[in-house]
């Protein structure tokens, strides 16, 4: 019956320094300590992030994440991504800005990319129209 309170008071503490992403989301209370200002969870560039065979690489610079004050190469496992729920990717860098806490990524096939079909016609001057498809893809 004791361990009981004591259980739900180490859970409400852990919980309450988790703060909320921009887009409105809760990070998770393992990964982040702080609040908007001086949390450890934040949004980081598309551009920083390279998917590679069972995981990401992140090349992370100086002021892409409010704690990095000097180039940082991590590698996280697919298995250690967490399912970002705005897209976007986001970090976590506890208790240091060396050591990944926790990974925010959107689903590997996602990947920030946007693929815009258009369908122009072209008249070829002889009576036969042409229809040419046209595919744009956009990395954000």
């Not at 590698?75 to 991504?81: G, Y």
């Not at 002889?126 to 893809?137: F, S, V």
């Amino acid at each position: 019956m004791r361990i009981m309170p004591i259980v739900i008071v180490v859970l409400a503490a852990s919980a309450s320094h988790a703060h909320d992403a921009p887009s409105g989301f809760k990070y998770a209370g393992y990964c982040c300590n702080g609040n908007n200002h001086t949390g450890d969870c934040q949004p980081i560039p598309s551009s920083s992030v390279r998917p590679r065979g069972n995981g990401y690489r992140l090349t992370l610079k100086p002021g892409e994440h409010r704690l990095a004050t000097r180039l940082h190469v991590f590698s996280v496992p697919q298995s250690k991504a967490i399912s970002s729920p705005d897209g976007l990717y986001h970090l976590c860098l506890f208790p240091d800005e060396n050591t990944v806490r926790c990974f925010y990524a959107p689903p590997m096939g996602y990947l920030g990319t946007t693929l815009v079909c258009s369908l122009k016609v072209r008249d070829d001057g002889l009576g036969q129209d042409e229809a040419i498809a046209i595919a744009t893809r956009n990395f954000n």
